[in-house]
């Protein structure tokens, strides 16, 4: 569970001219002193070497408990720093967007800017600050500046940097650690730490692919905001290309005649299962729910794909038929976070395991063991977020009490199935890099 504290925000400073730190003050509703930054990391490159202000133009006192045990002083590591995010914002008052969303007609809106600040910190665990309507003012020099390439490092190591936090839940505040404590009974004995060197470069490789798709899609949103058709080929194509660069990598050698046959061979292979998919999306075979009847069992997906998305659907028809959430409720509203957090599983789950048949094929060859691993590790992240959320309505007396208890008894179950798989795929990861094992050895 996240703090989120946009709207009790008054106004604020951060301040990254020193390079490896953010320091900086936020003044809150209904607190006299301001709450203190002091964390280790740097911004993204357009705050980087800055200081950022900012303000709400209407900011709202929430309840005079929600910050009480906020501590005063945020020690801790920087998540994600950046002004520069780019968000649709409603041209409508919340009433107007409310109707036009009763009418499922779309709202008039444009691009813009969100401050998005988030730290992990040493009390009080993950906080996060974005909105899309803070006045923002930078200063004009920059005591450093930040290359594209250091952006990069530096955005892999706030992905680390998460991914430690929510593996390590020592050193928070009571609150978060009664949130985390079934999290952290179900562990397991799993240890991220101990990676193989596959496992790490699939890791690397997939904040590589991240960051190239943020690239490629900040460009087509330039292009359409300037009222062009973008190139998505060429964008792409540039893009890798740039990265490529930036990142000091030789240039790839040019295709043989029989690697540019087999690669045509590739591409209209693939483009034949992607219009096949794409059907089957058409004909919403993706919602089939566990226990469907359907004959042909290899067009299903993999088993816990279909627990996972069909106990997701249930959860979301309750929710709606006993009027729990409704549409002007935030985010970070727990069984919003509940819900949220299984249907993303639900996709990375999708993405890993594929199909029943594939489910016959497992474990999976080391070829594709590192990017089955890196989007497993994914699922299970939000299926913690959906244990927080779960814990979170425990102590607001959310929903229904025995709802929830089996809603966590089965997410539970589901995280241990993910789990179980995780250390599958490690082993074959590490029997890849280690093929006599121990043999031979006193």
């Known amino acids: 569970m996240a703090w989120r504290i946009d709207e009790q925000l008054v106004r604020g400073e951060i301040d990254n001219r020193t390079r490896g730190r953010v320091t900086g003050c936020l003044w809150f509703m209904g607190r006299e002193e301001p709450v203190t930054l002091n964390l280790e990391g740097n911004a993204w490159r357009d705050v980087a070497g800055h200081v950022l202000r900012f303000s709400n133009p209407t900011p709202k006192a929430g309840d005079p408990d929600d910050l ?239 627990r996972c998305n069909g106990f997701g659907e249930r959860m979301r028809k309750a929710v709606e038929a006993h009027r729990w959430l409704t549409a002007t409720d935030a985010a970070e509203h727990p069984l919003r976070e509940l819900l949220n957090g299984v249907m993303i599983a639900g996709g990375k789950l999708a993405g890993a395991l594929g199909s029943a048949e594939d489910a016959e094929e497992w474990p999976p060859e080391v070829l594709f063991a590192g990017s089955v691993l890196v989007r497993l590790k994914k699922a299970r992240e939000h299926l913690r977020d959906a244990l927080a959320g779960l814990a979170a309505a425990d102590e607001q007396g959310l929903a229904d009490t025995r709802w929830r208890a089996e809603a966590r008894r089965e997410v539970t179950e589901i995280l241990h199935d993910v789990r179980r798989l995780i250390a599958e795929v490690r082993a074959v990861l590490k029997d890849s890099e280690n093929p006599g094992g121990d043999a031979g050895e006193d």
């Open 68 to 306: 009480t045990h906020f501590a005063a002083v945020q020690h801790g590591v920087v998540g994600d720093i950046t002004a520069s995010r780019k968000v649709k914002v409603p041209e409508c008052s919340m009433d107007e967007l409310m109707e036009y969303y009763k009418a499922r007609k779309p709202f008039p809106w444009h691009w813009g800017n969100s401050l998005y600040l988030e730290w992990h910190s040493e009390f009080n665990g993950r906080v996060l600050i974005e909105s899309a309507h803070y006045t923002l003012e930078l200063d004009s020099t920059a005591t450093w500046s930040m290359t594209e390439a250091e952006e990069e490092a530096q955005r892999e190591a706030n992905g680390r940097a998460i991914m430690a936090f929510t593996e390590r839940l020592s050193g928070v505040s009571a609150d978060e650690l009664a949130a985390g404590a079934e999290l952290e009974d179900n562990g397991e004995g799993e240890d991220d730490d101990d990676e193989t060197e596959a496992e790490a470069q699939a890791d690397a490789e997939q904040a590589r692919m991240d960051l190239l798709l943020d690239r490629v899609q900040a460009r087509i949103e330039r292009a359409r905001d300037a009222g062009e058709e973008p190139d998505f080929e060429r964008i792409m194509g540039e893009e890798r290309e740039r990265l490529r660069l930036d990142r000091g990598e030789p240039e790839p050698e040019p295709l043989t005649p029989e690697e540019e046959a087999e690669r045509a061979a590739w591409i209209a292979e693939m483009n034949a299962i992607t219009e096949e998919a794409q059907a089957e999306v058409g004909a919403d075979s993706w919602k089939r729910a566990e226990g469907a009847d359907d004959p042909d069992e290899d067009d299903r997906w993999h088993p816990l794909v279909e």
